[in-house]
C-alpha cells in the first residue's frame, strides 16, 4: 500500500522540488488539497488527518501556528524550516551526523530537516571535533556562498528581473538562523562568525571552514578524520584536494542529495580551509526530506534519489 505523504506548502521552493521528486513514485501518495484552499485550516487538518507523513514546507511563524493543531492526529512530521532544528522532542534530520542517528529518525514522531548552510558546516565541524581537532570552545569563522533560490520567491524575483547584485554579503550582525543548530550538532561552546553571500546562480552551495590545523600532519589528520567518519556513506563523500584542479563550482552537485568534502591549504605551516560542496535545494532541503522520508517509512533511504 502506498504512503500517505502531504506537503504544507507544496507551492514553495522547497515543497515544488520534494513534490517533484515523490510525483513519480508508485510507493508514495499524495495528498493534495485545492490551491484555492491552501491556506483554509479546516482543508489542511483535513489533509494533515489523510497523510501518514506530512512535510511542512513553511516560514517559522507559520510551522509553530500549525503543528499544535495537528498535534492530536497520528500523521507523523518533517519541518524543512528552522523552527524545531534544536527542540529536544524533535529529533535532527541529518542522516551520517553520527552512529544510530538513521535509527533516530526512523522512530522518530517529528524530524527536522537541516538547514543548507548548516549541512555543510556540521557535516565538516562534527568529525574534526570528534578527532580532537577542533577543541569545543575554538572560536571559528564560518563563510558561505549559495545559489539565490535559498532566499525564497522574492530574491528568485529580483535576480530573475536582474535588479539583484551578482554577489553580495548579507546576514552581517550574527544573527543567522542557521547558528544554533551549527553549535548544537557541531558540539560547539563558543558561537562562531558566520558570513553567509549569494550568488547570481540558481542552485548550488559552497560552505568554507578555515582552519589552523598542526603544521606537518594536520591537514592529512583533518582529511582522515572526515574519510573515517563518512566510511560507506552513500550521499557523503570525502575527496582529494587535487581532484578539483584549483577551482571549485559550487553547482557541481546540483540535482542530487550529495554532499562533497575536501581540505585544502599548506601542510608545511598548517593554514587550511574544509571546503563543503551540495545542492541547498538538494541535500540542502528537498533531498535531505525525502531522505528523512524514506527513512521513517523504514524503505531504503536512497529511493527516489
Known amino acids: 500500500m502506498a504512503a500517505k505523504v502531504f506537503i504544507d506548502g507544496e507551492a514553495g521552493t522547497t515543497g515544488l522540488q520534494i513534490r517533484d521528486r515523490l510525483a513519480v513514485r508508485s510507493d508514495i501518495r499524495l495528498v493534495r488539497i485545492d490551491p484555492d484552499k491552501r491556506k483554509d485550516l479546516k482543508a489542511r487538518i483535513a489533509a494533515f488527518a489523510e497523510a501518514d507523513i506530512a512535510i511542512l514546507c513553511l516560514p517559522d511563524e507559520a510551522v509553530r501556528e500549525i503543528v499544535p493543531e495537528v498535534a492530536r492526529l497520528g500523521c507523523r512530521l518533517i519541518d524543512a524550516s528552522t523552527a524545531h532544528r534544536v527542540h529536544p522532542d524533535w529529533v535532527f534530520g541529518f542522516a551520517e551526523l553520527e552512529s544510530g542517528r538513521r535509527a533516530r529518525i526512523a522512530a522518530a514522531k517529528n524530524v527536522a530537516n537541516p538547514g543548507c548552510y548548516s549541512t555543510g558546516a556540521i ?156 545542492d541547498n535545494l538538494g541535500k540542502g532541503a528537498s533531498g535531505a526530506a525525502v531522505q528523512n522520508l524514506n527513512l521513517m517509512l523504514g524503505i531504503d533511504e536512497g529511493t527516489g534519489l
Do not use: C, W
Open 123 to 278: 557535516a565538516l565541524i562534527r568529525p574534526l571535533r570528534d578527532a580532537g581537532l577542533i577543541g569545543r570552545d575554538a572560536k571559528l569563522a564560518i563563510t558561505a556562498v549559495s545559489g539565490y533560490s535559498g532566499g525564497g520567491k522574492a530574491m528568485i524575483a529580483e535576480f530573475e528581473a536582474g535588479t539583484a547584485a551578482d554577489y553580495f554579503l548579507y546576514a552581517m550582525a550574527q544573527k543567522h538562523k542557521h547558528v544554533p543548530e551549527i553549535m548544537a550538532y557541531g558540539g560547539l561552546a563558543a558561537r562562531p562568525v558566520f558570513v553567509p553571500a549569494v550568488g547570481r546562480f540558481a542552485q548550488g552551495m559552497i560552505v568554507e571552514l578555515p582552519l589552523h590545523l598542526a603544521p606537518g600532519g594536520g591537514i592529512a589528520k583533518a582529511e582522515a578524520a572526515l574519510r573515517d567518519h563518512y566510511a560507506g556513506q552513500r550521499f557523503v563523500s570525502v575527496v582529494a584536494a587535487e581532484s578539483y584542479g584549483g577551482r571549485i563550482d559550487p553547482t557541481r552537485l546540483n540535482g542530487t542529495n550529495r554532499l562533497e568534502l575536501s581540505v585544502h591549504g599548506d601542510a608545511e605551516s598548517g593554514a587550511a580551509v574544509a571546503i563543503a560542496v551540495l
